[in-house]
């Protein structure tokens, strides 16, 4: 089906998103890879050292 230029203009221009349950969700979180690896590392010596004790 063939799009008019004033629809296809339209869908450019809009600011709200295509899709609106997008806009409620939070964003990912802005963090450096080594930062959420060096976490996970933390977390992962916890729980090993919590079932030592």
């Given amino acids: 089906m063939p799009k008019s230029n004033?629809?296809?203009a339209n869908?450019?221009?809009n600011?709200?998103?295509p899709f609106p349950?997008?806009?409620d969700r939070p964003g990912k979180q802005?963090?450096?890879r080594y930062?959420?690896?060096k976490v996970?590392?933390?977390i992962k010596l916890g729980?090993?050292?919590?079932?030592t004790a």
């Fill in 6 to 8: 004033d629809i296809i």
């Fill in 47 to 51: 729980d090993w050292s919590e079932q």
């Fill in 35 to 37: 930062e959420r690896r």
């Fill in 30 to 32: 802005k963090k450096h």
């Fill in 11 to 13: 869908a450019v221009s």
């Fill in 15 to 17: 600011p709200k998103h």
């Fill in 21 to 23: 349950h997008v806009d």
């Fill in 40 to 42: 996970k590392e933390y």
